[in-house]
């Protein structure tokens, strides 16, 4: 699964050092690279006696040729005493001048307070002299898009939607994800998502103008999506 970022705003800060400020719970980036994919995993240790209920964010953002991408990942979790747990994990394909920062926040569930810290930082000179650090209280991510597609005809719409949904002034609040699914003969379902909700599914055929139309149909079903939402949310408005 790979996971883009068309828009990414943050308030950077000169300040590059990020430590513990709880001793009660640790959070940490565990790394292993094999063959040029960097597995990433985001852990949690705790030392205190008691129960915690708490949540996590981790955000990387990698530079290679292609250009910048960022990942988001979070969730709510609890912690036993003494436990140490596994939040999430994620591959990136790493060349040798690609580079990447990962942040990683552990949180109080309840008033939303940073308890721990980490970082990590490969080739981090060639991001520009501002990108530095990510404040947890200041991070507004929007236009995540997902590609979990596994075969060339779903990359190639992959490819086509994004480069679409790019090119907008404002993206959707919250992610879309394009997911495909084996279906008849050398065929496969496509189906887009916006959160949990699926927008349109289709049939994959293997043209370029198919898939452009295709494309095209899932921006104006997402818009069409968009817009609706806005109405119900405004009629519950008193």
């Known amino acids: 699964m790979k996971t883009l970022i068309t828009t990414l705003v943050v308030v950077f800060l000169a300040n590059k050092s990020i430590a513990q400020v709880n001793e009660q719970v640790s959070g940490k980036i565990i790394t292993e690279n094999k063959e040029g ?10 030392s205190s006696e008691t129960y915690l209920s708490l949540n ?12 910048n991408s960022t990942n988001k990942q979070s969730g709510k979790f609890s912690l036993g005493p003494k436990e140490t747990k596994t939040l999430s994990e994620t591959a990136l394909n790493l060349a040798k001048n690609d580079a990447l920062k990962v942040y990683l926040f552990v949180k109080d569930e309840e008033t ?6 980490d970082s990590l930082e490969i080739n981090a000179e060639k991001f520009a002299s501002e990108v530095n650090y990510i404040p947890e209280n200041r991070i507004e991510l929007s236009g995540l898009t997902i590609d979990d597609t596994k075969t ?43 959160d949990d909700q699926v927008i349109y ?21 997402l818009a069409d999506y968009s817009k609706r939402n806005a109405v119900r949310d405004q009629q519950f408005k008193y």
Not at 37 to 45: E, M, N, Q, R, V
Not at 56 to 67: D, E, L, N
Not at 112 to 117: C, W
Not at 209 to 219: F, V
Request: aromatic residues 10%; without cysteine.
């Open 201 to 221: 599914t289709f049939i994959t055929r293997p043209a370029d103008e198919a898939m452009d139309a295709e494309a095209d149909r899932t921006m104006a079903l």
């Open 37 to 46: 994919t960097l597995k990433i995993k985001a852990a949690a240790i705790s």
């Open 152 to 194: 060339r005809f779903g990359q190639q719409f992959y490819e086509t939607f994004f480069k679409k949904y790019n090119q907008l002034p404002q993206k959707y609040e919250g992610t879309v994800t394009v997911s495909e699914l084996p279906s008849m003969g050398r065929n496969s379902r496509i189906s887009v998502s916006l």
């Open 56 to 67: 996590y964010i981790m955000v990387s953002v990698k530079k290679g040729k292609s250009g």
């Open 112 to 117: 939303d307070a940073v308890l721990s810290k």
